[in-house]
Every structure is written in structure tokens, then in C-alpha cells.
């Protein structure tokens, strides 16, 4: 009795380089680009202080303070999104969702990205395979929905 083949057996959710749904090439410099920019951010943040406030954090980063508080009085629609990623990149999880949630989120959504993407990169496995499969117009319209909802969150108890 011989051993069944599993050469041509496949997670649900990965399958080998050759069979991608774009070329390897293309795959390659993507998961590449993914997994960098992931780790780049994540270095980015780890160097940076989340701010108390729960805004403001990207002013550590060199960028300017937000307008949307003088000109409008109320926060802008991602404010507290590096602070939550940072808290989160901090270890800090709770802080991190009670901040900003749709911030928890995107950066844990990124984070899982950038892990996908760095082993798919060790195993020669097709990291566009598993993106293409996903339900993207539901994940972004929840992701929408997230932003909004965090958004009133953020009015209710923002301090400029």
C-alpha cells in the first residue's frame, strides 16, 4: 500500500507560489512590499510615545497637528488612529481600542497583512491568493461602518 499524495493538497487559505492567481514575480515583490511596509510602520511607532491625550501622536512623526479641531471643533474622522496603533504596537491593547477602535483594528488588519505577507515570503507560498479571495467590499464596508461609528466615539469625548 502506498502513501497518498499529498503534493497537490492545499489549505483553505494558502497555496504554493506556482498556483497563484498572478505571477510569482508579481507575488513575490508584493508580499515584499506588504511585509516592509508593515515592519517599517511598526518600527515607526515602537519609537514613538502614544500620546495621553489619544491624539496627537503623529506629531512625533514629524507631521503636522490636525485642523480639524480649530476649523470644525470636533475631531476629524481618523483622529486617534496613530495613537491607537501605537498603544497597540506598545502591547497596550485596551488602551488601544478604548482610544480609537477602528485604529485597533486597522492595525491589527495590518498586522495580520504583514505576517501573511513575511510567511508566504519564508514558505514560497502565494500571498495574493488568499487577498483575492477575501469578501474585500464587505471587509472595507465594515471597515467604514468601524470608521464612523469610532468617529461619533471620538466626538463624544474629545478634548482639543
Known amino acids: 500500500m502506498t502513501a497518498p499524495d499529498t503534493s497537490t493538497r492545499r489549505a483553505a ?9 498572478v505571477s510569482a514575480v508579481v507575488d513575490r515583490v508584493a508580499a515584499a512590499i506588504a511585509a516592509a511596509s508593515v515592519g517599517t510602520v ?3 511607532l515602537a519609537g514613538v510615545r502614544p500620546d495621553a491625550r489619544g491624539h ?7 507631521l503636522e497637528a490636525c485642523g480639524w ?3 470644525y471643533g470636533i475631531p476629524c474622522p481618523t483622529c486617534g488612529v496613530t495613537t ?4 497597540l504596537v506598545h502591547g497596550h491593547v485596551v488602551s488601544a481600542f478604548v482610544v480609537q477602535p477602528f485604529g485597533a483594528v486597522l492595525m491589527l488588519l495590518a498586522l495580520a497583512v504583514g505576517a501573511h505577507a513575511a510567511w508566504c ?3 514560497g507560498r502565494s500571498f495574493a491568493d488568499l487577498l483575492v479571495r477575501l469578501p474585500v467590499w464587505r471587509w472595507l464596508g465594515g471597515l467604514f461602518v468601524l470608521l464612523l461609528l469610532s468617529w461619533g466615539y471620538r466626538c463624544l ?4
Do not use: K, N, Y
Open 121 to 123: 515570503l519564508l514558505r
Open 84 to 87: 491607537a496603533a501605537c498603544h
Open 13 to 21: 487559505w494558502t497555496i504554493p507560489l506556482a498556483e497563484g492567481p
Open 69 to 71: 479641531p480649530s476649523a
Open 157 to 160: 469625548d474629545f478634548t482639543p
Open 42 to 44: 511598526v518600527v515607526l
Open 56 to 62: 496627537g501622536t503623529h506629531e512625533q512623526l514629524g
